[in-house]
């Protein structure tokens, strides 16, 4: 079961730059989500879905598009790279929960092993 | 979002039990307790959550103030890969979805 996969792990490019980060699941999950992780800080969410067609924004969503096609892949897309944004990116998913979920599981979010972007 | 409030550092000697808390004096009737860790260059991974009852798992127990506007988590014995950043979060049961707010944690150091 490989549960949530980011490519790629490590990526360097130059200011200006549009590039595009991967992220698929297999375990049917609706939700899905990005964070970004700078050195010594918690984890800031970027963007979310709770299923095909949605997304919507979460704490820091400038600068960067996402779009939900399948349920099992959420890309997340730098459309002009800034060195701001040199960070460790995290893809999460999960079952929805919630009252209108209408089941009461764990919430389990999980994640993917991230992707270190450099910008320069 | 209510907020959550963490020591940012605490040390346990290896073998012992560790208590990490947090307070959280703003939480609504709906929202959830989760806990997450941060083991070194990995993500995230889900520890335990609870609403208003002390919950146990393989992992940890969480104890829940009566007024819940505190809970700790508690690692029974811990051990040198216990070593993370412990993530205390509130999630709203009525949102739809898993949005998770992320603080800065707690690092938890555990000596040999």
């Known amino acids: 079961n490989a549960g949530v996969t980011q490519t790629p792990k490590f990526q360097v490019l130059k200011t200006g730059q549009s590039m595009t980060l991967q992220c698929a699941q297999d375990?049917?999950?609706?939700?899905m989500s990005w964070y970004r992780q700078d050195p010594g800080m918690g984890l800031r969410l970027i963007h979310y879905?709770?299923?095909?067609?949605?997304?919507d924004q979460g704490e820091v969503p400038n600068g960067y598009n996402v779009s939900r096609s399948t349920t099992e892949d959420f890309p997340l897309r730098l459309l002009s790279a800034a060195p701001s944004q040199t960070s460790v990116y995290f893809c999460?998913?999960?079952?929805?929960?919630?009252?209108?979920?209408?089941?009461?599981?764990?919430?389990?979010?999980?994640f993917g092993e991230g992707s270190r972007l450099t910008v320069l | 979002d209510a907020k959550t409030t963490q020591p940012n550092s605490m040390e346990s000697n290896e073998e012992e039990p560790v208590h990490l808390p947090c307070n959280h004096s703003t939480i609504s009737g709906t929202d959830y307790i989760h806990w997450y860790r941060q083991l070194p260059s990995q993500g995230p991974e889900y520890v335990i959550h609870g609403l208003t009852s002390n919950v146990n798992n393989r992992m940890a127990s969480l104890a829940i103030a009566e007024d819940r506007k505190s809970s700790t988590l508690i690692l029974h014995r811990a051990t040198l890969r216990d070593a993370a950043v412990y993530y205390c979060?509130?999630?709203?049961?009525?949102?739809?979805?898993?949005?998770?707010?992320f603080g800065a944690g707690t690092i938890l150091r555990v000596k040999s």
């Open positions: 999460a998913s999960s079952y929805s929960v919630g009252i209108e979920a209408g089941e009461m599981n764990t919430g389990e979010l999980f």
């Open positions: 375990m049917n999950h609706e939700y």
């Open positions: 979060i509130l999630r709203d049961v009525v949102e739809y979805g898993n949005k998770l707010v």
């Open positions: 879905s709770v299923g095909a067609g949605i997304t």
